[in-house]
C-alpha cells in the first residue's frame, strides 16, 4: 500500500512475497533508516545500532555489538544471573500461589528482564540505580508508545515541530532522553574501577574501548556512542522479551488444551530440577512452536522499525523511490490466509513438521525482522523468553482469577512502536508439587 504522509511518501508491504522482495532481493536498496524526531534525540543523533543510517558507522557497531555484547558466548557466560533471577521470580510467585493471590504478569516478566539485562549489561541491580525498576517500567513505556506516535516535526516541514511542542510530544520526548540519560551518567560513574579482560560487564567493555580509542566509522568511539548503544540494550532488549512472555501465557489461558499439552512436554522431559536452564529448552520442542504460534500472532514490533530506501527498487512492478518511507507489516502477514489455515486460530500445531524458523529466511514469519537490519540479538532475545516461559510453566498451573472466564480474557493491544497487551494480564499461580 502506497500513502503520501506530508512529505514523506510511506509504503507498507503486507504480505510474505513482497516482504520478500524488498528484504531479500533489494535489501541494499531498503536498509537505510529514516532520521526521524524521536529516534533522533533518543540516540544522540543516530549513533545507536538500531537507528544508524547504512554506514560504515553502523557496519562497525553492529559488528562490535553481534560479536561482543549479544554473542552466544555472551548468551552463555550470562545464564548463571538469568537463572537466579528466574529464581527470584519463582519464590515470589510461590507465595503468591500459598495466598491464592492473582499476579499481573505484564510486570512479572519486565522486572524478569529489567534485572536479567540490568545485571549483565550494567552490572548492577535495578533498585540501586536512578531509575528504579518502577520507574523504567514506566520509562520504557513511554517511549515505546512516543516512538509509535505521529510527530508532525517528521512529516510537515518548518512548522511540524511547533505542532509538537503543542501536542506535549516535545516535551515528554525531552523527559524521557535526561531521564535515561541521568541512568547512563550513574552507570558511568559506578565503572570508573577497571576489570580484567573477560569479566567485563557491557559498561565496562565499551569504556575500555573509549580509553584504547577504538575507532568506529571514521571517527573514536565516545561517551555518546556508548549511552547510544546502551539505549538499545535498554530499549531494543527489555520490552520485546517481556511482551511475548506475556502475550503467550494470555494465548495458553485463552486454550487450555494447549496449555496442559505444553505443561506435561515440560514436566516429562525435565524431571525433577530447581531451574529450567538454557540447553535444557532444546528438547522443548512443543514450547519452541507455543513461541513461534505467539510470534505469527503477537509480533512484538508490528511493523519492524521504519527502513529508508536507499535507491529505487521495484515491488510487484510498483517502482519505490528513494528516501520512502518502508514499513514491513508482519502483523498481517502474520494473519494473512494466503499463507495460514485459519490464522486466528492458536494452532502450535500447525508448526510440526515445518521448517520455520524465526532468523529472516521465511518471510512469513518475521518477529525479528529479516534482511541486514534483522535483530542483532536473536539468541538472546530467543533464550530469554524460553527459559522464561518454561520456568513459569513447569513450577506453576495457572487459574484465571475467580468468576473469571476464558471468553473473558481480552486480547487487545496498547498502541506503540512494539505493541503489548493493552490491559493487565492477571492470573492466579497453583504450585505445581510433583517435582
Ligand atoms: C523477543 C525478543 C526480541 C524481538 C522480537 C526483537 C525484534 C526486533 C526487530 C523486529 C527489530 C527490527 C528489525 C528490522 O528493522 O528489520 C530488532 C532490531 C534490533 N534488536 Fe531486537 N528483538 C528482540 C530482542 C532483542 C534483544 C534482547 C536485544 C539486545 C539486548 C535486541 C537488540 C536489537 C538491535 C540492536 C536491533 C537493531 C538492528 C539494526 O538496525 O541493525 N533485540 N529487534
Known amino acids: 500500500m502506497f500513502l503520501k504522509l506530508g512529505k514523506v511518501p510511506t509504503v507498507f508491504l503486507s504480505s510474505s512475497e513482497t516482504a520478500r522482495q524488498a528484504l531479500k532481493d533489494h535489501d541494499l536498496a531498503c536498509c537505510g533508516r529514516p532520521r526521524l524526531a524521536g529516534p533522533r534525540d533518543l540516540s544522540y543523533n543516530c549513533l545507536d545500532i538500531n537507528f544508524s543510517p547504512f554506514d560504515d558507522y553502523w557496519k562497525d557497531i553492529r559488528k562490535l555489538a553481534v560479536q561482543e555484547l549479544f554473542s552466544t558466548k555472551r548468551v552463555h557466560s550470562i545464564q548463571p544471573i538469568k537463572d537466579e533471577e528466574v529464581k527470584k521470580l519463582i519464590n515470589s510467585l510461590a507465595e503468591s500461589a500459598s495466598k491464592k493471590t492473582t499476579v499481573n504478569l505484564n510486570r512479572k516478566f519486565l522486572t524478569l528482564t529489567i534485572s536479567v539485562l540490568c545485571r549483565a549489561a550494567f552490572g548492577v541491580s535495578f533498585e540501586d540505580t536512578v531509575l528504579s525498576n518502577s520507574k523504567l517500567y514506566k520509562l520504557v513505556r513511554e517511549v515505546y508508545v512516543m516512538l509509535g506516535c505521529f510527530s508532525a516535526s517528521d512529516y510537515i516541514p518548518y512548522v511540524g515541530w511547533i505542532i509538537d511542542r503543542f501536542t ?214 530467543t533464550t530469554m523468553v524460553e527459559c522464561g516461559l518454561a520456568n513459569m510453566l513447569y513450577n506453576f498451573d495457572w487459574e484465571l482469577p475467580e468468576g473469571m472466564m476464558v471468553e473473558d480474557l481480552e486480547m487487545e493491544e496498547a498502541p506503540g512502536l512494539t505493541v503489548s497487551k493493552k490491559n493487565e494480564l492477571l492470573l492466579v499461580p497453583v504450585k505445581y508439587l510433583d517435582h
Not at 567485563?200 to 556512542?225: A, C, I, P, S
Not at 515440560?266 to 530440577?273: E, L, P
Request: charged letters at 25%; hydrophobic letters at 40%; proline letters at 5%.
Open 168 to 381: 506535549g510530544l516535545h516535551g515528554s520526548r525531552v523527559k524521557s532522553v535526561k531521564g535515561l540519560d541521568a541512568f547512563y551518567e550513574q552507570m558511568f560513574d559506578l565503572h570508573k574501577e577497571e576489570k580484567e579482560k573477560g569479566s567485563e560487564d557491557f559498561v565496562d567493555l565499551l569504556l575500555r574501548l573509549e580509553r584504547e580509542e577504538y575507532v568506529v566509522g571514521n571517527e573514536n568511539l565516545t561517551r555518546n556512542h556508548i549511552k547510544a548503544i546502551l539505549m538499545n540494550v535498554l530499549l531494543a532488549g527489555i520490552d520485546t522479551s517481556s511482551i511475548t512472555m506475556t502475550w503467550a501465557m494470555a494465548e495458553l489461558a485463552r486454550n487450555p488444551r494447549v496449555m496442559k499439552k505444553v505443561q506435561s512436554e515440560i514436566r516429562n522431559q525435565m524431571g525433577s530440577r530447581s531451574v529450567i536452564s538454557l540447553d535444557d529448552t532444546d528438547q522443548l520442542k512443543y514450547l519452541k512452536m507455543v513461541i513461534k504460534e505467539t510470534w505469527r500472532l503477537h509480533p512484538p514490533a508490528p511493523l519492524l522499525v521504519p527502513k529508508e530506501v536507499i535507491s529505487e527498487f521495484e515491488v510487484n512492478g510498483y517502482v519505490i523511490q528513494p528516501k520512502t518511507l518502508l514499513h514491513v507489516n508482519v502483523w498481517a502477514i502474520g494473519r494473512d490466509p494466503e499463507t495460514w489455515k485459519d490464522p486466528d486460530l492458536f494452532l502450535p500445531e500447525r508448526f510440526v513438521g515445518s521448517n520455520i524458523d524465526t532468523k529472516g529466511q521465511n518471510f512469513e514469519l518475521l518477529p525479528f525482522g529479516g534482511g541486514r537490519r534483522i535483530c542483532a540479538a536473536i539468541y538472546m532475545g
